[in-house]
């Protein structure tokens, strides 16, 4: 019950965030602009697995973490994306990006179990600022900072939204946690094949 009270809570904050969606349709520049950002979370392969399973960690972790995990991801995200969009340096950025594929997919795979929750929430945000500088620095130059935010922000809460449904409905049920657990493992060797190319791409 405390799952699906917490995760209600989660699907409200989305729907009051929203509400500023009433002003695009009064301006197709902003509304560009807005688009911009809500595309960029799915262009990226990494992206789109990392923010999934950022999710889905958070449901198997239970309680109130179905609502921090994201929420700390999230709040990393715009940091990062501040120093993105200044231009900042942000060493290894790609390769923590890539290994936040990685890090996700083996706690999918060992359902979280035995990872302390300080070690999650402190991975979690770095990976979320450092996804966050990638949407930064990839913003168009015509682009509003606010307007671009605010359209990867949804698309990021809505990803992590859709991964909080998938391990809320896997957990339940023996047959799909071992395919969640497979998915995990198969989320890892991505991450492997994606830190390689990383690394390959710093030299």
């Known amino acids: ?45 990494d992206h789109l697995l990392a923010m999934v399973a950022v999710g ?21 995200m715009v940091f990062g994306a501040f120093a993105g969009f200044l231009q900042w340096s942000f060493p290894g950025a790609d390769l923590w990006i890539a290994l936040s594929v990685l890090g996700l997919g083996i706690c999918i795979t060992i359902l979280a179990k035995r ?23 990839g913003m168009p130059n015509s682009a509003s900072p606010a307007f671009y935010s605010f359209g990867f922000i949804t698309t990021t809460s809505l990803l992590h939204l859709f991964g909080v449904g998938i391990g809320e409905l896997c957990i339940r049920q023996d047959v799909l946690t071992r395919w969640l657990r497979m998915g995990g493992g198969a989320m890892s060797l991505a991450g492997v094949w994606y830190t390689l190319q990383a690394i390959l791409d710093m030299f």
């Open 56 to 76: 889905i960690v958070s449901s198997l972790m239970g309680r109130r973490h179905i609502f921090l995990v994201p929420a700390s991801f999230v709040a990393m």
């Open 115 to 137: 990872v302390p929750c300080v070690l999650i929430y402190m991975a979690v945000a770095l990976f979320g600022m450092s996804h966050g500088y990638a949407h930064g620095l």
């Open 1 to 45: 019950m405390n799952h699906f009270k917490t995760l209600s809570q989660y699907v409200l904050a989305l729907l009051l965030a929203a509400g500023p969606l009433q002003a695009l349709a009064h301006s197709s520049t902003d509304g560009g602009r807005f688009l911009a950002g809500l595309v960029h979370p799915v262009e990226g392969a």
